[in-house]
């Protein structure tokens, strides 16, 4: 029986023996085995199929008289990047040509959008001075939900001369080769030193705050 037990407590070391080397060396091995993820994917913005519309609403005593304007960009580029499993590493660059905003609202007739747009470009933005609103990201937050990525995107704005760190909340889905972003923000225009023209003698103005909408399609690079 006293053998019987010594070899049963022998086969029984053994046993722990071999298995704290088994759990040592499979730690060891996932330790040198980094987990790997999925690649950045870059993407084109692409104009064609994209809007960036700036939203100016009308204040004053008079604002009843005036209307609001809808000005689009309509030349602009930038590129996106993005892992399809996780939110980051992450990035967005924007350049919008100052000088193609435009009044899109049907409420104007012609004639009339022909000598708002002239007013934007040459009181308002100066276009000639200040060609480009550039956006340039530093920082990306947010996660994976029902598909899409809901996202804070945080960087550097660039308008009328003036740079501003902000943060941009958006949606980001991407559908094979094609990436969409959409979503608002808004800036103070008086913290970019950007005037207003004023109707009615000053009774019909622009108010501070600008709503700015996106919904951006971008190709696979």
Known sequence: ???????????????????????DLS??????????????????IDP???TFIAHANRAGLAWFKGHSHR???KDFDGEASLTLDAVNPASLT????????????????????????????????????YPEITFRSTEVRGALKGG???VEITGDITLH????????????????ET???????????????????????GLVKVRHTIKFEFDIIGRKV
């Open 1 to 23: 029986m006293k053998t019987i037990a010594l070899f049963a407590l022998s086969v029984l070391l053994t046993v722990l023996v071999f298995s704290a080397v088994s759990t």
């Open 27 to 44: 730690a060891k091995i996932e330790a040198k085995t980094p987990e790997l993820s999925a690649p950045v994917v870059r993407f084109r």
């Open 48 to 50: 064609s199929q994209s």
């Open 71 to 73: 000005l689009a960009g």
């Open 94 to 129: 924007m350049n919008i040509r100052s000088a193609s905003l435009e009044e899109t609202d049907p409420f104007f007739n012609p004639e009339q959008k022909k000598i708002i747009n002239k007013e934007v470009n040459e009181l308002v933005l100066e276009t000639a001075k």
């Open 148 to 150: 899409a990525f809901d």
């Open 161 to 176: 001369g003036v740079t501003k760190r902000i943060t941009i909340p958006a949606t980001v889905t991407v559908d094979g």
């Open 179 to 201: 990436m969409r972003a959409k979503g608002t923000f808004s800036l103070d225009r008086k913290k970019f030193n950007v005037n207003a023209t004023e109707g009615f003698h």
